[in-house]
Nanobody, 123 residues
Framework: QVQLVESGGGLVQAGGSLRLSCAASGRSLSSYAMGWFRQYPGMEREFVAGIMWGGVDTFYADPVKGRFTVSRDDARNTAYLQMNSLKPEDTAVYYC????????????????WGQGTQVTVSS
């Protein structure tokens, strides 16, 4: 079992930055691909970014390309999502997820999920 806990969410003005962390316990994350998703009220979770084991291959949804950066520190058993140039439309609950496979844009591919952290961007 892998337990994931997100942190780092909060309220920020448009144009600002936040860094989300996803700390894992139970097992090493080094063999897992990690994904970040977000969810708007009443909507399905959508893929934001992902990073493969090894940390070399990263993937981004078009709306966040060039603004968000996904990374991982397997020594700390933690994944990160650096969010810059935030926009009001980035306001959502953000989730990290782990899969013992490859990065996928589908939520069904991920076995383990965190509880989510709220990001609110004011205009």
């Amino acid at each position: 079992q892998v337990q994931l806990v997100e942190s780092g969410g909060g309220l920020v003005q448009a144009g600002g930055s936040l860094r989300l962390s996803c700390a894992a316990s139970g097992r090493s994350l080094s063999s897992y691909a990690m994904g970040w998703f977000r969810q708007y009220p009443g909507m399905e979770r959508e893929f934001v970014a992902g990073i493969m084991w090894g940390g070399v291959d990263t993937f981004y949804a078009d709306p966040v390309k060039g603004r968000f950066t996904v990374s991982r520190d397997d020594a700390r058993n933690t994944a990160y999502l650096q969010m810059n140039s935030l926009k009001p439309e980035d306001t959502a609950v953000y989730y990290c997820a782990a899969t013992y496979g490859i990065v996928s844009r589908e939520t069904t591919a991920y076995r383990y999920w965190g509880q989510g952290t709220q990001v609110t961007v004011s205009s």
